[in-house]
C-alpha cells in the first residue's frame, strides 16, 4: 500500500512563500506521477499541478502559473511544491496525490490513485 505524507505547510503573510513536501512510501520501485491539489471551505476541489514520474513534464493550474513550481527528488520519493508571491486566496488544504496507474498527463483528481492526508496553508493579508 501507498502512502503519501505532507509537510511544510503553514501560515504566511501575502506575498510569502512556503515550500510544500510529500514523500511516498510503501512501494519501492515503482514510477509515479506525482500532483497536488488544493480545496479551501466552501470552494471545489482545484488542480494545482501535476509532474511526470522522471520530472520532464509538468502541468500547473492556471490560478498559480507563474508563482508555484513542482519538482522532485526520486531519490527521496519525494515530490515538493514551492509557493511563491502566495495570496489570500490561496488559503486552503493542499493535498498530495500519485498516479500509478491512471492515464498520462491527467489532471483530474480521479487520475490518480495515492492520496495524501492533506497541509494547511493559510495566507494573511
Known amino acids: 500500500q501507498v502512502q503519501l505524507v505532507e509537510s511544510g505547510g503553514g501560515s504566511v503573510q501575502a506575498g510569502g512563500s512556503l515550500t510544500l513536501s510529500c514523500t511516498a512510501t510503501?512501494?519501492?520501485?515503482?514510477?509515479?506521477?506525482m500532483g497536488w491539489f488544493r480545496q479551501a471551505p466552501g470552494k471545489e476541489r482545484e488542480f494545482v499541478s501535476r509532474?511526470?514520474?522522471?520530472?520532464?513534464?509538468?502541468y500547473y493550474g492556471d490560478s498559480v502559473k507563474g508563482r508555484f513550481t513542482i519538482f522532485r527528488d526520486n531519490a527521496k520519493n519525494t515530490v515538493y511544491l514551492q509557493m511563491n508571491s502566495l495570496k489570500p486566496d490561496d488559503t486552503s488544504v493542499y493535498y498530495c496525490?500519485?498516479?500509478?496507474?491512471?492515464?498520462?498527463?491527467?489532471?483530474?483528481?480521479?487520475?490518480?490513485?495515492?492520496y495524501g492526508q492533506g497541509t494547511q496553508v493559510t495566507v494573511s493579508s
Open positions: 496525490a500519485a498516479s500509478e496507474f491512471g492515464p498520462p498527463g491527467g489532471l483530474k483528481w480521479a487520475a490518480f490513485d495515492y
Open positions: 510503501g512501494r519501492a520501485g515503482v514510477r509515479f506521477a
Open positions: 509532474i511526470s514520474w522522471d520530472g520532464a513534464n509538468t
